[in-house]
Protein backbone atom coordinates (compact mmCIF):
# COMPACT_ATOMS: atom_id res chain seq x y z
CA UNK A 1 0.00 0.00 0.00
CA UNK A 2 1.17 3.41 -1.21
CA UNK A 3 0.39 6.46 0.81
CA UNK A 4 0.79 9.92 -1.43
CA UNK A 5 -0.30 13.18 0.64
CA UNK A 6 -1.75 15.86 -1.94
CA UNK A 7 -1.91 19.12 -0.13
CA UNK A 8 -4.59 21.10 -1.98
CA UNK A 9 -7.80 19.40 -3.88
CA UNK A 10 -7.56 18.78 -7.32
CA UNK A 11 -9.79 16.27 -9.49
CA UNK A 12 -7.21 14.00 -9.83
CA UNK A 13 -7.40 11.19 -13.15
CA UNK A 14 -6.59 7.86 -11.76
CA UNK A 15 -2.83 7.18 -11.22
CA UNK A 16 -3.02 3.83 -9.68
CA UNK A 17 -4.61 1.62 -12.63
CA UNK A 18 -1.36 1.28 -15.18
CA UNK A 19 -1.10 -2.44 -14.44
CA UNK A 20 0.82 -2.71 -11.50
CA UNK A 21 -0.86 -5.09 -8.26
CA UNK A 22 0.00 -2.35 -6.16
CA UNK A 23 -2.83 -0.57 -4.23
CA UNK A 24 -1.87 3.44 -3.61
CA UNK A 25 -4.19 5.13 -1.27
CA UNK A 26 -4.11 8.99 -1.89
CA UNK A 27 -5.30 11.41 0.58
CA UNK A 28 -6.10 14.86 -0.61
CA UNK A 29 -6.31 17.28 2.24
CA UNK A 30 -9.54 19.20 1.72
CA UNK A 31 -8.88 21.84 4.57
CA UNK A 32 -10.73 24.92 4.22
CA UNK A 33 -7.69 26.46 5.37
CA UNK A 34 -5.80 26.83 1.80
CA UNK A 35 -2.18 27.42 2.68
CA UNK A 36 -0.32 25.12 4.97
CA UNK A 37 2.36 25.76 7.18
CA UNK A 38 5.65 23.46 7.22
CA UNK A 39 3.63 22.16 10.55
CA UNK A 40 0.69 21.06 8.69
CA UNK A 41 2.81 19.42 6.07
CA UNK A 42 4.94 17.50 8.91
CA UNK A 43 1.42 16.27 10.11
CA UNK A 44 -0.42 15.14 7.02
CA UNK A 45 2.62 13.35 5.84
CA UNK A 46 2.81 11.08 9.92
CA UNK A 47 4.48 8.11 9.93
CA UNK A 48 3.89 6.57 6.71
CA UNK A 49 3.88 8.53 3.56
CA UNK A 50 5.66 6.99 0.52
CA UNK A 51 5.05 10.40 -1.91
CA UNK A 52 3.63 14.07 -1.74
CA UNK A 53 2.00 16.66 -4.66
CA UNK A 54 3.14 20.45 -2.58
CA UNK A 55 2.35 23.82 -3.78
CA UNK A 56 4.35 26.47 -5.14
CA UNK A 57 3.52 28.40 -1.35
CA UNK A 58 5.34 25.59 0.65
CA UNK A 59 8.85 25.56 1.76
CA UNK A 60 10.02 22.53 0.81
CA UNK A 61 13.23 22.25 2.34
CA UNK A 62 14.95 19.97 4.85
CA UNK A 63 12.66 19.90 7.59
CA UNK A 64 9.87 18.59 5.11
CA UNK A 65 11.93 16.52 3.05
CA UNK A 66 13.51 15.13 6.31
CA UNK A 67 9.72 14.35 7.59
CA UNK A 68 8.82 12.37 4.02
CA UNK A 69 12.03 10.48 4.39
CA UNK A 70 11.55 9.10 7.99
CA UNK A 71 8.10 8.06 6.84
CA UNK A 72 9.46 6.33 3.97
CA UNK A 73 8.61 8.30 1.04
CA UNK A 74 11.00 8.65 -1.98
CA UNK A 75 8.97 11.14 -4.09
CA UNK A 76 7.59 14.58 -4.17
CA UNK A 77 6.33 16.62 -7.10
CA UNK A 78 5.50 20.78 -7.37
CA UNK A 79 2.24 21.32 -8.85
CA UNK A 80 3.83 24.05 -10.88
CA UNK A 81 6.60 24.76 -13.24
CA UNK A 82 8.39 27.10 -10.60
CA UNK A 83 10.31 25.45 -8.26
CA UNK A 84 11.88 28.16 -5.96
CA UNK A 85 10.08 27.41 -3.12
CA UNK A 86 11.99 23.53 -3.05
CA UNK A 87 15.59 23.21 -1.93
CA UNK A 88 16.63 20.41 -4.33
CA UNK A 89 20.19 19.74 -2.90
CA UNK A 90 17.72 18.94 0.36
CA UNK A 91 15.84 16.70 -1.19
CA UNK A 92 18.93 15.16 -3.19
CA UNK A 93 20.54 14.23 0.01
CA UNK A 94 17.52 12.81 1.52
CA UNK A 95 16.78 10.58 -2.04
CA UNK A 96 14.06 12.24 -2.95
CA UNK A 97 13.11 12.86 -6.29
CA UNK A 98 11.56 16.66 -6.85
CA UNK A 99 9.21 16.44 -10.23
CA UNK A 100 7.62 20.04 -11.47
CA UNK A 101 5.31 20.74 -14.62
CA UNK A 102 6.36 22.66 -17.49
CA UNK A 103 5.16 22.91 -20.89
CA UNK A 104 1.32 22.40 -20.03
CA UNK A 105 1.46 26.53 -18.07
CA UNK A 106 3.21 28.02 -21.28
CA UNK A 107 0.62 28.71 -23.51
CA UNK A 108 -1.86 29.85 -20.90
CA UNK A 109 1.03 32.15 -18.98
CA UNK A 110 1.63 33.87 -22.13
CA UNK A 111 -2.31 34.56 -22.66
CA UNK A 112 -2.04 36.02 -18.95
CA UNK A 113 1.06 37.94 -19.81
CA UNK A 114 -0.76 39.49 -22.93
CA UNK A 115 -3.52 39.98 -21.07
CA UNK A 116 -2.03 42.07 -18.50
CA UNK A 117 0.39 44.20 -21.22
CA UNK A 118 -2.86 45.06 -22.71
CA UNK A 119 -4.85 45.92 -19.88
CA UNK A 120 -1.83 48.27 -18.70
CA UNK A 121 -1.19 49.52 -22.38
CA UNK A 122 -4.87 50.29 -23.25
CA UNK A 123 -5.73 50.94 -19.25
CA UNK A 124 -8.55 48.73 -19.13
CA UNK A 125 -8.93 48.40 -15.19
CA UNK A 126 -8.78 52.32 -14.67
CA UNK A 127 -11.53 53.10 -17.64
CA UNK A 128 -13.81 49.89 -16.21
CA UNK A 129 -13.52 51.38 -12.77
CA UNK A 130 -14.23 54.59 -14.12
CA UNK A 131 -17.26 53.75 -15.89
CA UNK A 132 -18.77 51.52 -13.04
CA UNK A 133 -18.42 54.73 -10.59
CA UNK A 134 -20.92 56.41 -13.06
CA UNK A 135 -18.68 58.70 -14.02
CA UNK A 136 -18.65 58.76 -18.10
CA UNK A 137 -20.31 61.54 -19.46
CA UNK A 138 -19.57 61.28 -23.44
CA UNK A 139 -16.47 60.01 -25.92
CA UNK A 140 -13.76 62.68 -25.18
CA UNK A 141 -10.73 63.14 -27.44
CA UNK A 142 -8.53 62.77 -24.07
CA UNK A 143 -10.42 59.73 -22.32
CA UNK A 144 -7.93 57.26 -21.07
CA UNK A 145 -5.09 57.72 -23.85
CA UNK A 146 -2.90 54.81 -23.52
CA UNK A 147 -0.48 52.92 -25.86
CA UNK A 148 -0.60 51.56 -29.61
CA UNK A 149 1.47 48.77 -29.60
CA UNK A 150 1.51 48.00 -33.54
CA UNK A 151 4.99 48.60 -34.60
CA UNK A 152 7.20 49.07 -31.14
CA UNK A 153 9.01 46.90 -29.61
CA UNK A 154 8.31 44.10 -26.70
CA UNK A 155 11.45 43.11 -24.82
CA UNK A 156 11.28 40.15 -23.00
CA UNK A 157 13.47 38.98 -20.51
CA UNK A 158 14.14 35.12 -19.78
CA UNK A 159 12.93 33.99 -23.28
CA UNK A 160 12.48 30.34 -22.25
CA UNK A 161 8.80 27.98 -22.80
CA UNK A 162 7.27 31.52 -21.45
CA UNK A 163 9.15 33.99 -22.86
CA UNK A 164 9.28 32.56 -26.10
CA UNK A 165 5.24 31.88 -25.84
CA UNK A 166 4.75 35.46 -24.93
CA UNK A 167 7.01 36.74 -27.78
CA UNK A 168 5.50 35.16 -30.38
CA UNK A 169 1.65 36.32 -29.19
CA UNK A 170 3.11 39.88 -29.16
CA UNK A 171 4.70 39.72 -32.79
CA UNK A 172 2.19 37.97 -34.28
CA UNK A 173 -0.86 39.95 -32.70
CA UNK A 174 0.41 43.20 -32.71
CA UNK A 175 3.57 42.86 -35.08
CA UNK A 176 5.92 44.02 -32.90
CA UNK A 177 9.59 44.09 -32.55
CA UNK A 178 11.63 42.06 -30.00
CA UNK A 179 14.54 42.60 -28.15
CA UNK A 180 15.11 39.57 -25.45
CA UNK A 181 17.96 39.09 -23.04
CA UNK A 182 18.79 35.13 -21.95
CA UNK A 183 21.77 33.11 -20.65
CA UNK A 184 21.18 31.29 -23.90
CA UNK A 185 20.13 31.73 -27.17
CA UNK A 186 16.18 31.84 -27.95
CA UNK A 187 16.91 30.04 -31.61
CA UNK A 188 13.34 29.49 -31.91
CA UNK A 189 12.24 32.65 -31.69
CA UNK A 190 14.48 33.86 -33.57
CA UNK A 191 13.78 31.84 -36.30
CA UNK A 192 10.39 32.57 -36.14
CA UNK A 193 10.37 36.53 -35.65
CA UNK A 194 12.74 36.41 -39.60
CA UNK A 195 10.21 33.75 -40.96
CA UNK A 196 7.19 35.79 -39.90
CA UNK A 197 9.30 39.23 -41.12
CA UNK A 198 9.72 37.39 -44.40
CA UNK A 199 6.21 36.59 -44.68
CA UNK A 200 4.79 40.55 -43.69
CA UNK A 201 7.49 41.68 -46.50
CA UNK A 202 5.87 39.34 -49.55
CA UNK A 203 2.80 41.16 -47.97
CA UNK A 204 3.77 44.22 -48.86
CA UNK A 205 3.97 45.35 -45.08
CA UNK A 206 6.50 45.89 -42.65
CA UNK A 207 8.62 43.56 -41.42
CA UNK A 208 9.62 42.52 -37.84
CA UNK A 209 12.43 42.15 -36.40
CA UNK A 210 14.45 40.67 -33.77
CA UNK A 211 17.89 41.24 -31.59
CA UNK A 212 19.37 39.32 -28.79
CA UNK A 213 19.97 41.87 -26.33
CA UNK A 214 23.68 41.39 -24.47
CA UNK A 215 22.56 42.87 -20.80
CA UNK A 216 19.06 43.02 -19.75
CA UNK A 217 19.64 47.29 -19.91
CA UNK A 218 20.00 46.64 -23.45
CA UNK A 219 16.44 45.55 -23.33
CA UNK A 220 14.84 48.19 -20.72
CA UNK A 221 16.40 51.08 -22.83
CA UNK A 222 15.23 50.11 -25.93
CA UNK A 223 11.40 48.63 -25.59
CA UNK A 224 8.23 49.92 -25.26
CA UNK A 225 7.11 46.66 -23.34
CA UNK A 226 9.69 44.82 -21.45
CA UNK A 227 7.75 41.12 -19.56
CA UNK A 228 9.76 39.41 -17.36
CA UNK A 229 9.95 35.55 -18.10
CA UNK A 230 12.90 34.18 -15.94
CA UNK A 231 13.76 31.86 -13.29
CA UNK A 232 14.03 33.00 -10.00
CA UNK A 233 17.56 32.27 -8.54
CA UNK A 234 20.49 34.26 -7.55
CA UNK A 235 20.97 36.07 -10.64
CA UNK A 236 17.83 37.37 -10.64
CA UNK A 237 16.82 38.09 -7.21
CA UNK A 238 15.13 42.02 -8.36
CA UNK A 239 16.85 41.92 -11.41
CA UNK A 240 14.29 45.29 -11.65
CA UNK A 241 15.52 47.94 -9.10
CA UNK A 242 15.69 51.28 -8.73
CA UNK A 243 18.62 52.20 -11.52
CA UNK A 244 17.21 49.57 -14.03
CA UNK A 245 13.31 51.26 -13.73
CA UNK A 246 15.76 54.49 -14.64
CA UNK A 247 16.38 53.43 -17.72
CA UNK A 248 13.27 52.29 -19.01
CA UNK A 249 11.39 54.92 -21.15
CA UNK A 250 9.13 57.26 -19.45
CA UNK A 251 5.89 55.26 -20.77
CA UNK A 252 6.84 51.77 -21.11
CA UNK A 253 4.63 49.04 -19.86
CA UNK A 254 6.55 46.55 -17.38
CA UNK A 255 4.80 43.15 -17.27
CA UNK A 256 5.80 40.60 -14.34
CA UNK A 257 4.77 36.76 -14.35
CA UNK A 258 7.17 34.82 -13.49
CA UNK A 259 7.94 35.52 -9.32
CA UNK A 260 7.92 38.44 -7.16
CA UNK A 261 11.55 38.80 -6.19
CA UNK A 262 12.37 39.08 -9.92
CA UNK A 263 11.28 43.32 -8.83
CA UNK A 264 12.24 45.11 -6.27
CA UNK A 265 8.38 46.05 -5.55
CA UNK A 266 9.18 49.29 -3.45
CA UNK A 267 10.87 50.41 -5.91
CA UNK A 268 8.50 49.88 -8.48
CA UNK A 269 6.20 51.80 -5.99
CA UNK A 270 8.23 54.60 -6.09
CA UNK A 271 8.68 54.35 -9.79
CA UNK A 272 5.14 54.07 -10.13
CA UNK A 273 4.34 57.92 -8.45
CA UNK A 274 6.96 59.42 -9.79
CA UNK A 275 6.21 58.38 -13.32
CA UNK A 276 2.35 58.10 -14.00
CA UNK A 277 2.55 57.33 -17.78
CA UNK A 278 4.60 54.12 -16.77
CA UNK A 279 2.51 51.54 -16.21
CA UNK A 280 2.99 47.64 -14.71
CA UNK A 281 0.64 44.49 -15.00
CA UNK A 282 1.52 42.13 -12.13
CA UNK A 283 0.70 38.42 -11.39
CA UNK A 284 3.14 37.77 -8.82
CA UNK A 285 4.09 40.00 -5.69
CA UNK A 286 7.47 40.07 -3.63
CA UNK A 287 5.33 39.12 -0.19
CA UNK A 288 2.58 36.39 -1.83
CA UNK A 289 -0.26 37.76 -0.97
CA UNK A 290 0.69 40.29 0.09
CA UNK A 291 1.30 44.25 -1.93
CA UNK A 292 4.38 46.52 -0.72
CA UNK A 293 2.70 49.32 1.06
CA UNK A 294 1.13 52.40 -1.96
CA UNK A 295 1.12 49.81 -4.82
CA UNK A 296 -2.68 49.03 -4.84
CA UNK A 297 -3.75 53.14 -4.40
CA UNK A 298 -1.87 53.33 -8.09
CA UNK A 299 -4.10 53.55 -11.35
CA UNK A 300 -1.14 52.54 -13.04
CA UNK A 301 -0.61 49.51 -11.99
CA UNK A 302 -3.36 46.41 -12.79
CA UNK A 303 -2.88 43.48 -10.28
CA UNK A 304 -3.82 39.64 -10.54
CA UNK A 305 -3.35 37.52 -7.54
CA UNK A 306 -1.05 34.91 -9.28
CA UNK A 307 -3.71 33.62 -11.61
CA UNK A 308 -1.28 33.14 -15.14
CA UNK A 309 -1.78 29.60 -14.94
CA UNK A 310 -4.88 29.52 -14.25
CA UNK A 311 -7.20 27.89 -17.03
CA UNK A 312 -8.73 24.51 -16.41
CA UNK A 313 -6.86 22.70 -19.38
CA UNK A 314 -3.94 23.79 -18.26
CA UNK A 315 -4.53 23.24 -13.73
CA UNK A 316 -5.67 19.81 -15.10
CA UNK A 317 -2.72 19.28 -16.95
CA UNK A 318 -0.30 20.24 -14.21
CA UNK A 319 -2.36 17.99 -11.45
CA UNK A 320 -1.49 15.19 -14.31
CA UNK A 321 2.25 15.92 -14.53
CA UNK A 322 2.23 16.08 -10.49
CA UNK A 323 0.85 12.94 -9.90
CA UNK A 324 2.75 11.07 -12.65
CA UNK A 325 6.30 12.43 -11.20
CA UNK A 326 5.02 10.86 -8.02
CA UNK A 327 3.50 7.61 -9.28
CA UNK A 328 6.31 6.96 -11.82
CA UNK A 329 9.04 7.42 -9.57
CA UNK A 330 7.03 5.11 -6.52
CA UNK A 331 6.74 2.43 -9.20
CA UNK A 332 10.53 2.62 -10.48
CA UNK A 333 9.77 4.01 -13.81
CA UNK A 334 12.52 6.09 -15.83
CA UNK A 335 11.79 9.76 -16.62
CA UNK A 336 10.82 11.48 -19.50
CA UNK A 337 13.41 13.04 -21.78
CA UNK A 338 11.52 14.74 -23.98
CA UNK A 339 10.16 18.18 -23.48
CA UNK A 340 6.85 17.29 -24.90
CA UNK A 341 5.08 16.29 -22.40
CA UNK A 342 1.33 15.65 -24.54
CA UNK A 343 1.21 11.78 -23.96
CA UNK A 344 0.85 12.17 -20.68
CA UNK A 345 -2.18 14.38 -21.72
CA UNK A 346 -4.40 11.84 -23.79
CA UNK A 347 -7.52 10.98 -22.50
CA UNK A 348 -8.06 8.21 -24.83
CA UNK A 349 -4.09 6.53 -24.88
CA UNK A 350 -2.54 5.55 -21.67
CA UNK A 351 0.07 7.60 -20.11
CA UNK A 352 3.98 6.32 -21.30
CA UNK A 353 4.96 4.43 -17.75
CA UNK A 354 7.38 7.82 -17.25
CA UNK A 355 7.97 10.60 -14.95
CA UNK A 356 7.39 13.75 -16.96
CA UNK A 357 9.99 16.11 -15.24
CA UNK A 358 12.19 14.93 -12.52
CA UNK A 359 14.58 17.81 -11.94
CA UNK A 360 17.37 16.03 -9.97
CA UNK A 361 17.02 13.13 -12.00
CA UNK A 362 20.57 13.02 -13.02
CA UNK A 363 21.82 13.64 -9.27
CA UNK A 364 19.45 10.91 -8.49
CA UNK A 365 21.13 8.43 -11.17
CA UNK A 366 17.97 7.45 -12.76
CA UNK A 367 17.08 5.64 -15.55
CA UNK A 368 15.44 8.13 -18.79
CA UNK A 369 13.05 6.73 -21.72
CA UNK A 370 14.46 6.44 -24.82
N1 LIG B 1 2.71 33.55 -12.77
C1 LIG B 1 2.50 32.25 -12.94
O1 LIG B 1 1.46 31.70 -12.63
C2 LIG B 1 3.59 31.43 -13.56
C3 LIG B 1 3.22 30.33 -14.35
C4 LIG B 1 4.24 29.57 -14.90
C5 LIG B 1 5.57 29.90 -14.69
N2 LIG B 1 5.88 30.97 -13.91
C6 LIG B 1 7.29 31.36 -13.71
O2 LIG B 1 7.88 31.50 -15.00
C7 LIG B 1 9.19 30.93 -14.97
C8 LIG B 1 9.60 30.52 -16.37
O3 LIG B 1 8.88 29.38 -16.80
P1 LIG B 1 9.27 28.63 -18.17
O4 LIG B 1 8.43 27.43 -18.26
O5 LIG B 1 9.29 29.61 -19.30
O6 LIG B 1 10.78 28.22 -17.82
P2 LIG B 1 12.02 28.10 -18.78
O7 LIG B 1 13.07 27.37 -17.99
O8 LIG B 1 11.62 27.55 -20.11
O9 LIG B 1 12.48 29.63 -19.01
C9 LIG B 1 13.20 30.35 -18.06
C10 LIG B 1 14.25 31.13 -18.82
O10 LIG B 1 14.90 32.01 -17.90
C11 LIG B 1 16.24 32.12 -18.35
N3 LIG B 1 17.09 32.69 -17.32
C12 LIG B 1 17.64 32.09 -16.24
N4 LIG B 1 18.40 32.98 -15.55
C13 LIG B 1 18.32 34.14 -16.24
C14 LIG B 1 18.90 35.43 -16.04
N5 LIG B 1 19.71 35.68 -15.01
N6 LIG B 1 18.59 36.39 -16.90
C15 LIG B 1 17.77 36.15 -17.97
N7 LIG B 1 17.21 34.96 -18.21
C16 LIG B 1 17.49 33.98 -17.35
C17 LIG B 1 16.60 30.68 -18.73
O11 LIG B 1 17.77 30.61 -19.51
C18 LIG B 1 15.35 30.25 -19.44
O12 LIG B 1 15.42 30.47 -20.83
C19 LIG B 1 9.06 29.76 -13.97
O13 LIG B 1 10.30 29.43 -13.40
C20 LIG B 1 8.08 30.30 -12.94
O14 LIG B 1 8.78 30.90 -11.88
C21 LIG B 1 4.92 31.74 -13.35
O1 LIG C 1 5.46 28.21 -11.52
C1 LIG C 1 4.27 27.99 -11.77
O2 LIG C 1 3.91 26.95 -12.33
C2 LIG C 1 3.23 29.03 -11.47
O3 LIG C 1 3.64 30.06 -10.71
C3 LIG C 1 1.91 28.49 -11.06
O4 LIG C 1 1.36 27.94 -12.19
Redesign the pocket.
Known amino acids: MENIVVSLSFRFQDISSSGSNSVHSMQVCTEPKVILSTDDIVSLIGNKCDGVIGQLTEDWGDTLFGALKKAGGHAYSNM ?3 Y ?1 NVDVDAATRHGISVGNT ?1 GV ?2 ET ?1 AELAAALTLAAARRVVEADDFMRAGKYEGWLPTLFVGNLLKGQTVGI ?7 TAYARMMVEGFKMNVIY ?4 QATRLEKFVSAYGQFLESQGETPVHWRRASS ?1 EDVLKEADVVSL ?5 K ?2 YH ?1 INKERLALMKKDAVLVN ?3 GPVVDETALVEHLKANPMFRVGL ?2 FEDEPYMKPGLGELSNAVVVP ?1 I ?2 ASKWTREGMATLAAQNVAAKLKGWPVWSSPNVEPFLDEIKPAPKAAPSIINAKALCLSSMP
Open positions: AVGNPLTTIGAGRIGYDLYPHPVLDTTLASRDVHAS
